[in-house]
C-alpha cells in the first residue's frame, strides 16, 4: 500500500464520516450502532467492502422520504444487520473454524 493510497483512503473515510454526520440524529444513533455491531461480528471485509457506504445510501433514502430510522431498518436492528451479512465470512467465522481445528493443528489454541 503506497502512501498515496493511505491519503486517498482517509479522504474517503473523512467524506464517509461528513454524510454521516449529515444524518438526523436517530439515524446516526442507530448507524453507530450498526458500525459497532458490524466491527464485532461483521464480515473480514467489511473495512474495505462497501457495506457500510451503503447502509449510508439507504438511510439517507430513508430518512429524504421522511420515514423513522426503526421504519427503515425494522424493530430488530441487530437482526437487519446480521441480514446484511448472511452470505459474507465473519470473524466469528473464522475463529469458530480455529476452535474446531485437528487436535495438535496450528488453528487449536487449547493445545489438546
Known amino acids: 500500500m503506497s502512501i498515496r493510497d493511505i491519503i486517498e483512503g482517509k479522504?474517503?473515510?473523512?467524506?464517509?464520516t461528513a454524510r454521516?454526520?449529515?444524518l438526523p440524529p436517530d439515524y446516526?444513533?442507530?448507524?453507530?450502532?450498526?458500525?459497532?455491531y458490524l466491527f464485532k461480528v461483521g464480515p473480514v471485509e467489511l473495512a474495505d467492502g462497501p457495506l457500510l457506504t451503503g447502509i449510508v445510501d439507504?438511510?439517507?433514502?430513508?430518512?429524504?422520504?421522511?420515514?423513522?430510522?426503526?421504519?427503515?431498518?425494522?424493530?430488530?436492528?441487530?437482526a437487519f444487520c446480521d441480514g446484511l451479512i448472511k452470505d459474507s465470512p465473519t470473524y466469528a467465522d473464522a475463529y469458530q473454524r480455529s476452535v474446531g481445528a485437528e487436535p495438535g493443528?496450528?488453528?487449536n489454541?487449547?493445545?489438546k
Request: proline share 2%.
Open 58 to 78: 439507504f438511510f439517507e433514502e430513508g430518512a429524504a422520504a421522511g420515514k423513522g430510522v426503526l421504519e427503515v431498518t425494522g424493530p430488530d436492528v441487530a
Open 20 to 22: 454521516v454526520k449529515a
Open 105 to 107: 493443528t496450528a488453528g
Open 11 to 16: 479522504k474517503q473515510w473523512r467524506a464517509h
Open 28 to 36: 446516526r444513533i442507530v448507524y453507530e450502532e450498526m458500525r459497532r
Open 109 to 111: 489454541a487449547t493445545g
